[in-house]
């Protein structure tokens, strides 16, 4: 049973337009992150939330925790080619548990 | 630049072969994890431990997996007999900071 569905599994853009990723669950977590993985190599850390409702940005990224901390969102404006990957949300379930659950992935593409 | 090294990058080898991959963490960490990635199954928990502790390991099929620590520089996992299902790119990740891990470039593993 996966935990975290991510949507859309693939999306391939145009550069500079905006896209929303989205990552839910019926599970609620203590705090979701978001990491992004290039072919290759590991997933690398972007953000972490921890309360409900938090936005935080990060340059043209914008991620959002759901009020119930059930979901949560990631939204890029002007998207450029360098923001092509495999995007992954990743929940903990217990504060302190350090146990992360990772999402199914959304493989963006931005095409020059 | 500290970062998670992982030995060997590739691995090809045949079903009943046993398979050891290596992990040297970012020093002075300490926490280590590891980590299974596959298309179907995206990325699973296999173990982790803490101060050299393992933690938790229910994500590891017991009879033909072991991870171990022998010392705080080294983290490895075994596969004995190796299968064509375990075929996966394999990631090491350690971290110090709660929630904070930081991923290696992976071991891809070919089981023919």
């Known amino acids: 049973t996966q935990l975290l569905e991510q949507s859309p599994q693939f999306l391939s853009i145009q550069e500079g337009e905006n896209l929303t990723v989205y990552c839910n669950s019926s599970s609620v977590f203590s705090s979701l992150q978001w990491y992004r993985q290039e072919p290759g190599e590991g997933p690398v850390l972007l953000v972490t939330?921890?309360?409900?409702?938090e936005v935080k940005k990060l340059k043209r990224l914008t991620f959002q925790f759901g009020d119930a901390r059930k979901d949560s969102s990631l939204h890029i404006t002007a998207a450029q080619p360098g923001d092509t990957g495999l995007y992954l949300c990743a929940g903990e379930k217990n504060f302190g548990n350090e146990k992360l659950t990772f999402g199914t992935g959304t493989r963006l593409t931005i095409i020059p | 630049d500290a970062r998670v090294t992982q030995t060997p990058r590739d691995k090809v080898t045949e079903m009943g072969q046993e398979v050891t991959m290596r992990c040297q963490p970012i020093?002075?960490?300490?926490?280590v994890f590891w980590y299974r990635q596959t298309m179907m199954q995206g990325l699973e928990l296999l173990a982790y431990?803490?101060?050299?502790?393992?933690?938790?390991d229910s994500g590891m099929p017991k009879d033909r997996f072991s991870a171990e620590m022998p010392d705080a520089t080294l983290a490895t996992l075994k596969i004995q007999p190796s299968e064509p299902r375990d075929s996966a790119v394999y990631f090491c990740a350690s971290g110090l900071k709660h929630n904070e891990q930081f991923f290696g470039p992976g071991t891809r593993l070919t089981v023919l």
């Open positions: 939330v921890v309360t409900g409702g």
């Open positions: 431990f803490r101060n050299r502790a393992p933690l938790d």
């Open positions: 020093l002075g960490h300490n926490t």
